[in-house]
């Protein structure tokens, strides 16, 4: 199993790969990410052919248990993201390059 990379690690593998600074890079990563969370917050999908999908799905309204009671309660509708990866994305990782 590979490390686990955070933001910064992102953002300067891509700096050195662009060769651009890294606090323009950081920029345009935070940017990225920040019209992909207004997009779906709006209700918007988003379609990066190849690479991911994001949808966003309707939860309707369900009954749950409390766990330390036995006690039923309602959770609200809400929304929720479903994220698939891309075939250019599986294939890069099942050719593991």
Do not use: H
């Not at 990410?33 to 309707?60: H, M, R, W």
């Not at 039923?72 to 994305?89: D, Q």
């Amino acid at each position: 199993m590979g490390e686990t990379l955070n933001k910064g690690d992102i953002v300067a593998k891509v700096a050195e790969k662009l060769g651009i600074p890294k606090s323009q890079t950081g920029s345009v990563i935070d940017e990225f990410f920040e019209v992909l969370a207004s997009e779906t917050a709006e209700g918007n999908n988003i379609n990066c052919i190849g690479y991911l999908g994001i949808k966003v799905v309707d939860q309707p309204a369900r009954e749950a248990r409390n766990p330390r009671t036995g006690e039923k309660v309602m959770i609200a509708a809400g929304k929720r993201l479903t994220i698939k990866a891309g075939s250019k994305w599986k294939k890069k990782v099942k050719e593991g390059n």
